[in-house]
């Protein structure tokens, strides 16, 4: 009864921010990401009758909070939807800074959800996977698919037309990439779920958020059909910064951003006056990632490199949510 997983995190190129329903994890919107080869977990999941209670590891280090009661919230669900008893062990580890704005938590559900039913003996399809990993974290959703992904909202009060889709498997766009600079690794003050219900509860911008999504959703599913690294950089910059908006005029207001974040904003649009094809987005944290296409991988890097960026990830589109044999215990 042991199974174990790799996910790999995505990035929202179209952002989901906001729940109709808090405890399904229904969105207002529907978003659009690329699931990421550089930011992978992987979690072994074991189920024993001899176990107590659920135990929840993280890169070493035993979890006793917040993060351990969702752990093992989601086990309850799943235990509750196959009808099984057992306590759970999970050990998990990511190969890049948790809780820092880098959607360590799309990958870390999308990787308990496929580990934990597999260690119990089934075998569900990718949808019935992401609806599941859905009621985890809704952004783990849409990592269950490699390449892009499509959150599709749906309408139903159950859930059970909310699940992602995939757009187009990592092969269509191998030149694609998203740089990741880093520009702190503190932890958060304000989780994104926090942020989400704070920001539809008292956010005046809310509804004029929602109002452009539809048009962001059209733009950046034909930009990544066509394979346009302008079309799908602007949308997704655009994209983030009204997501952006809606936070800063919450009560209180949430600002994510750094003086770091201001300073790779500004050398994105400074290149882009170069004439070189580079994009940001932002999601719930300081960290900022540029979307650009291989060959200007060298001259965006050195430029953010030069502006004081020391740390920065690189990725291209990477796979779903794979099993593995490697296990972590
Ligand atoms: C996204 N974010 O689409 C958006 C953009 C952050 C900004 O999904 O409450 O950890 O667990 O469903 O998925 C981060 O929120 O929130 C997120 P829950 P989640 O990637």
Known sequence: MKATANANANIALVKYWGKRNEKLILPHNSSISVTLDGLKTTTTAEFSKNFHKDEFTLNGERKSGEEAKKVSAHLTLIRKMFRRKEFCRVESQNNFPSSAGLASSSSAFAALTLASISALGFNPKPKELSIIA?????????????????????????????YAVQLYPKEHWPEFRVLACIVSEEEKKVKSRAGMKQTVETSPFYRAWLATVEEDLKKTRRAIKEKNIGLLGKTAELNCLKMQATMITTAPSIVYWEEGTLKAMHAVWQLREEGVNAFFTMDAGPQVKITCLEKDLQKIKQRMNSEGFGKIIESRPGDGTVLSTKHLF
Do not use: H, L, N, T
């Open 134 to 162: 859905r009621q985890g974290s809704g952004s783990a959703s849409r990592s269950i698919f490699g390449g892009f992904a499509e959150w599709k909202k749906g309408v139903q009060v159950g859930g059970g037309d909310s």
